[in-house]
């Protein structure tokens, strides 16, 4: 079975072009365009509505709504595929050229803030708050640990516990 290769648009177009008048439902409409299988009645009933978005039919409201041409022609022409391929290039074209200027006006409009402002204007914030520990802060220069005598000479109290190893023997 050989397909046709017109669209459903050109189709649904064409029976209304030759009948003039006809107001038909969307399964009358497969039946005299031809169309047979459910996967192809559907693609003619969303042919159907969207002929009726594009303003060339009107609906009817009920059970079974029925289309009829409005005798005004499609308000688009329908274009080939190499038309389209370059239409949708262009908008293409058009939308990064808008992203990019959009960019860089939001550049011009505010100087980019590097990180260390960030962090020396959070760092003035938080002065008022406790003092920093130097523990671990300081990567090259780490204070030497604190002797057990340099302890006691500061006046440290050291309690010995004994071990368990200790008692054992």
Do not use: C
């Given at each position: ?45 969303r ?14 409201i ?28 262009e ?37 008022g ?20 005598e340099?302890?006691?000479?500061r ?15």
């Open positions: 079975m050989t397909e046709s290769k017109q669209s459903m648009a050109d189709r649904a177009r064409a029976l209304f072009a030759s009948n003039p008048g006809i107001e038909v439902t969307a399964v009358q409409a497969s039946d005299a365009a031809g169309v047979q299988g459910w996967k192809n009645r559907q693609a003619m009933r042919t159907l509505h969207d002929l009726v978005d594009a303003g060339y039919l009107t609906k009817s009920g059970v079974a709504p029925t289309f009829k041409a409005t005798g005004q022609g499609m308000r688009r022409k329908a274009m080939a595929p190499e038309e389209r391929a370059e239409r949708r290039r908008i293409s074209r058009a939308s990064k050229a808008k992203t990019r200027a959009a960019k860089a006006a939001a550049q011009a409009a505010s100087p980019r803030v590097d990180r260390m402002t960030i962090n020396r204007s959070r760092v003035a914030q938080l002065s708050l406790a003092p920093a520990k130097p523990w671990g802060k300081e990567k090259g220069k780490e204070r030497a640990a604190e002797t057990v340099e302890f006691k000479a006046g440290g109290h050291v309690q010995r516990l004994p071990a368990s190893w200790e008692q054992a023997a």
